[in-house]
């Protein structure tokens, strides 16, 4: 579904009924894994939480912005958990669906989390309906991060602002390309999503997929496309460089390293700030009462601490603790808002 792949949430020749036994199978070996003796050491009963370490599912691939994460959460986090260390486990597979599932489907006694990205947490279950897992059939314990998301053109583009991008999409629709990472994506439907704030036709320029972040920036300097949305990180080496130009930011307030990049609220599509890539931790469905309560103190800890958020910076993020309800409220939206987009756009199946 995500990529250039077809809409089988990546797992080439599996389709239907087939999908959700292959991806049940895979997450009873996560969990299985999980419960080996290197983790599931027994502890009294009476043993206050957390007596062992926690295992940290990332369901994406060593080096991908959720495993960074992760490991920046497990490198300080155990100052907050007397000493006890979060282990990062990779489980890829399926768009994120894999590792996603091995989680919910694990006790929910608080050693077993889930380091979720917007995609596997919120695009893949609003677009495909065979996701073998609901949004919320999990114990969310808080955001951890948001990824700044900018809008940019190569550096020597004739358009100086967003809207006069917008006027020239206008006027010539279906002219100009933007690039993505594929229709399921945050980079397909930022775009897509600014369209029909502006008043355009989902059609009024072409999304061209790449493989990833740098193909995007590549297709930016070659001219193979004219615009694209993706998130700070993977940009901001080249606006310092000049070889690409910021156009628009989604954050609330300008960010430090772009201060004098417009926000979409001051260029009046205050909507647009829903658009963001993010992290955040979640527990099984019914978390343990004393896991739950442990985990909202140490995150309102790493808040705080300086080390954390430090961390957080050098990955290019914004830090984003929140309550559990909070964030549940904020997942719900996020969900709420791809159904709606991928509806629109013929993408829901």
């Not at 065979?130 to 948001?146: G, I």
């Not at 984003?320 to 904020?330: K, N, Q």
Request: glycine content about 8%; charged content about 15%.
């Amino acid at each position: 579904m995500f990529g250039s792949t077809p809409r089988v949430m990546g797992v080439s020749g599996v389709t239907g009924r087939s999908i959700v036994r292959a991806l049940m199978l895979a997450a009873l070996l996560a969990v299985s894994i999980l419960a080996g003796p290197q983790l599931a050491n027994a502890q009294p009963a009476n043993a206050q939480y957390p007596a062992r370490p926690i295992l940290l599912v990332v369901p994406y691939s060593a080096g991908s912005d959720a495993d960074l994460a992760a490991r920046n959460l497990a490198q300080h986090a155990p100052r907050f958990l007397d000493g006890q260390t979060l282990v990062v486990m990779n489980q890829p597979g399926a768009s994120g669906a894999v590792g996603t599932l091995a989680v919910r489907n694990a006790a929910p006694d608080g050693y077993h989390l889930l380091l979720t990205r917007i995609a596997s947490q919120v695009i893949l279950p609003a677009m495909d309906t065979k996701t073998p897992y609901r949004w919320d059939d999990f114990t969310f314990l808080s955001v951890l991060e948001l990824n700044p998301y900018v809008c940019a053109v190569r550096g020597n583009a004739p358009y100086a602002s967003m809207k006069d991008l917008l006027a020239e999409i206008g006027k010539q629709p279906g002219k100009l390309n933007f690039a993505t990472v594929g229709e399921g994506t945050i980079q397909n439907f930022g775009p897509q999503y600014l369209f029909s704030l502006a008043g355009l036709p989902k059609d009024a320029a072409v999304g061209v997929p790449y493989k990833g972040s740098g193909e995007i920036t590549t297709s930016l300097l070659a001219g193979q496309t004219q615009f694209a949305c993706s998130n700070l990180g993977a940009l901001l080496g080249q606006f310092r460089a000049g070889t690409l130009r910021p156009l628009m930011t989604t954050t609330r307030e300008p960010l430090k390293d772009l201060p004098n990049v417009p926000t979409a609220r001051s260029l009046g599509w205050p909507d647009m700030e829903r658009l963001a890539a993010w992290s955040a931790l979640a527990a099984p469905a019914g978390l343990q009462r004393e896991a739950a309560t442990r985990w909202a103190n140490v995150l309102a800890q790493l808040a705080k601490d300086p080390a954390w958020l430090a961390g957080v910076a050098k990955l290019g993020g914004l830090p984003a603790v929140r309550t559990a309800a909070e964030t549940e409220r904020f997942v719900r939206d996020q969900y709420e808002l791809y159904e709606k987009l991928a509806k629109q756009l013929g993408l829901r199946q």
